[in-house]
């Protein structure tokens, strides 16, 4: 597929796709003529590294994260970085809240929701 449809498929902007391709998060393939052509795994890829940016991950972290994404399969870790570990837990503990944060809101959602149910089923009772 070419890059238009990568991104519409993903909702990833052409330009930033091209970043990715540069910071090596993403390597489509070369045609004879020189376009880009991308593989349907790119599309699931595309979408990770999108989640891991919108998590507060910066492109030079993805890196080393996204082998831990695809399939099952061992993780060769190569020139062991303490620092990388210390800011990936970090990112991890940051996550970690922030779903905490989210899952609050999202019940203290349900519970309105839950109590709006039950005044449109009290008033439909009383109009009745």
């Given at each position: 597929?070419?890059?238009?449809?990568?991104?519409k498929?993903?909702?990833?902007?052409?330009?930033?796709?091209?970043?990715?391709?540069?910071?090596?998060?993403?390597?489509?393939?070369?045609?004879?003529n020189?376009?880009?052509?991308?593989?349907?795994?790119?599309?699931?890829?595309?979408?990770?590294?999108?989640?891991?940016?919108?998590s507060?991950?910066?492109?030079?972290?993805?890196?080393?994260?996204?082998?831990?994404?695809?399939?099952?399969?061992?993780?060769?870790?190569?020139?062991?970085?303490?620092?990388?570990?210390?800011?990936?837990?970090?990112e991890?503990d940051?996550?970690?809240?922030?779903?905490?944060?989210?899952?609050?809101?999202?019940?203290?959602?349900?519970?309105?929701?839950?109590?709006?149910?039950?005044?449109?089923?009290?008033?439909?009772?009383?109009?009745?």
């Open positions: 597929m070419r890059i238009g449809e990568l991104s498929r993903t909702g990833v902007a052409t330009r930033m796709l091209r970043y990715y391709e540069e910071q090596g998060l993403i390597s489509p393939r070369r045609s004879h020189g376009y880009r052509d991308y593989d349907d795994y790119l599309v699931d890829r595309v979408q990770k590294i999108r989640g891991l940016i919108d507060g991950i910066p492109t030079r972290i993805i890196g080393n994260i996204l082998p831990c994404l695809g399939k099952p399969q061992v993780i060769v870790v190569e020139d062991a970085d303490p620092e990388l570990r210390e800011i990936l837990a970090e991890r940051r996550m970690t809240e922030k779903i905490r944060f989210l899952t609050h809101n999202r019940d203290a959602i349900d519970s309105y929701l839950d109590a709006l149910d039950q005044a449109m089923t009290g008033s439909r009772a009383q109009a009745s």
